[in-house]
């Protein structure tokens, strides 16, 4: 793929994706319900694998259920074989050499067209898969599959323009240095969530920019929508082969992928014991890889507000009452652990937070009033039940909730326990549920209480402190530097914007990488230093020799 280079390209000005607020009557509502009416009339749909960019049915089929009516489901869809993910790993080192030679502006072009398709033509199919197939409403599908999926195209490119830009300071006199970053030699593994369209869509398109090819494996329960954001990506000329869409069993095809000798890098978002096996699965194939794989995760959170003496209290509520329950608390970034100081517990915050908790409707994300929906399936609902259950038996107080119907949808009331042992078992396991666990503390325990966020579990995803007191506020910050990697003053735990938070944790959350950052490509890179010398050499004697 031979081509001048006549000009160092600029790429256009990166923005936000502006998102619609769906208001009663608006063209966005009107719209979205348009193309929900769709997609209920046209479903279930048949989903292939896609290898070399043509459709591979294996015969072998799986369902992708919709959450809020068990009984039907979104899509069926072949899971990819042996011969299918040997034949999606071959067909991505084939094409890896014509996508990592093309020009930057070439594959920079792609992914901004990929992202004006998401905006614009396919925003509304988008958003419909997401809320029939993933349980959101309206604003949390705006939000991900629409607004964050954008954004992750859009400032992904303006990141990896970045990135190249960063060159060496310094040529000594006669001589030019330059540094080139180099797509992984071998494939790339990408295994996605359910919970987050965008994450499908990032997880192959980042390493993807900087020219690696990626066999992609999307969560079961987010099939069909991973499904439309390959075909925009196929639209907007992704060529054959560069991304290999490989739905299906997650241990068979992972292990198949991890066991090949060109694997180079995971990236990966689900669980945590899913991530640390993998992680020693690789381990112990060191031997059989030509290099040593980048491993990026991002995994599980047990996210926490404290809220000081000093916070103001109404806000408090309202930020807590969205961090644990937008979207039924299936984000990584969740609120599950709350700790609110005694007098402002009971000095308005409990009795006002349970009033708001008790205006929450739960039920088919199609009803607009709803503000959540369904859990993601029998597994979720049954372990987030059991969670409830092993706390009311440990001693825990449910304050409001602690039910759950799934004889139509996989549906649990937003549920508040009231905990005086500040290791109870759900503040310091994760359960990716609508439930949160209250600590009270005394408001001269305040540090202590800091030292208790920080050790209570192995997480350290994100964290929100409420305090109008300044000292307060760096006190926090400085006991839970290790606690979060994403911390928040005065705001809710979960939210975090591409190009405005990074987002990711450290510990058992992940590598902390950095999503929706520069930082999550130098993961996909691998740099090579040139150096060109201009003007040759007459002796091989340093003065040093000479006598």
């Not at 797509?183 to 994450?199: D, R, Y």
């Not at 409707?361 to 369904?374: E, I």
Request: net charge neutral; proline share 6%; charged share 20%.
């Amino acid at each position: 793929m031979s081509t001048p280079q006549l000009a160092t390209f600029k790429i256009p000005a990166i923005e936000n994706e502006p998102m619609k607020a769906y208001a009663p009557g608006s063209a966005e509502r009107k719209a979205l319900s348009a193309a929900l009416a769709q997609m209920e009339q046209e479903l279930p749909f048949e989903v292939p694998c896609v290898v070399n960019g043509k459709p591979v049915k294996t015969g072998k089929l799986a369902k992708q259920p919709m959450p809020h009516d068990h009984a039907r489901h979104l899509c069926t869809y072949h899971e990819a074989d042996q011969a299918t993910v040997a034949a999606a790993i071959d067909g991505a080192l084939a094409a890896k050499a014509e996508w990592e030679s093309m020009p930057w502006n070439d594959r920079a072009a792609i992914f901004l067209k990929a992202a004006d398709l998401v905006s614009g033509k396919y925003r509304y199919k988008l958003m419909a898969a997401t809320i029939l197939g993933q349980g959101k409403n309206a604003w949390q599908a705006e939000i991900d599959a629409a607004a964050e999926l954008t954004d992750f195209f859009r400032f992904g490119v303006k990141f990896v323009e970045e990135l190249y830009t960063q060159q060496p300071p310094k040529n000594t006199a006669g001589s030019w240095n330059r540094v080139e970053y180099r797509a992984l030699e071998g494939f790339v593994l990408a295994v996605s969530p359910f919970n987050f369209t965008a994450i499908g869509g990032n997880l192959p398109g980042a390493p993807a920019l900087v020219g690696n090819v990626v066999v992609w494996k999307p969560s079961p329960a987010a099939t069909y929508s991973n499904y439309i954001v390959y075909q925009i990506l196929a639209e907007a000329g992704v060529p054959p082969g560069v991304i290999q869409f490989v739905p299906g069993p997650p241990p068979e095809v992972v292990a198949q992928a991890i066991n090949h000798r060109s694997f180079a890098a995971l990236h990966f978002t689900g669980s945590t014991f899913v991530f640390k096996k993998l992680w020693k699965d690789i381990a112990a194939n060191l031997d059989t890889y030509k290099g040593y794989p980048r491993i990026v995760g991002e995994t599980g959170g047990k996210n926490f507000h404290i809220i000081h003496k000093s916070a103001e209290v109404r806000n408090a509520v309202i930020q807590s009452v969205r961090g644990g329950f937008e979207y039924q608390g299936q984000k990584c970034s969740a609120l599950s652990r709350l700790y609110v100081s005694s007098s402002v517990w009971n000095n308005g915050f409990k009795d006002q937070f349970l009033a708001e908790i008790a205006k929450i409707k739960v039920g088919s994300p199609l009803d607009w009033s709803n503000f959540m929906g369904p859990v993601i399936g029998r597994p979720a609902f049954d372990k987030i039940t059991g969670y409830i259950k092993k706390a009311k038996d440990a001693g825990g107080e449910v304050l409001i909730g602690g039910t759950g119907d799934d004889s139509k949808g996989f549906f649990i009331q937003p549920t508040i326990i009231l905990s005086k042992d500040p290791k109870s078992v759900t503040l310091v396991e994760e359960i990716f549920g609508p439930v949160i666990t209250v600590f009270v503390f005394e408001d001269n325990d305040f540090e202590k209480t800091l030292d208790l966020i920080d050790s209570s579990t192995d997480y350290a995803l994100t964290g929100s402190i409420f305090a109008s007191d300044r000292k307060a506020l760096i006190a926090a910050t400085n006991k839970l530097r290790n606690a979060a990697g994403n911390v928040y003053y005065n705001e809710k735990c979960t939210g975090a914007v591409v190009g405005q938070q990074p987002f990711g944790g450290a510990r058992a959350s992940g590598t902390n990488d950095k999503a929706g950052s520069i930082s999550i490509f130098y993961r996909f890179v691998s740099a090579r230093s040139i150096k060109e010398n201009f003007v040759g050499l007459e002796d091989f004697h340093y003065p040093s020799n000479l006598l």
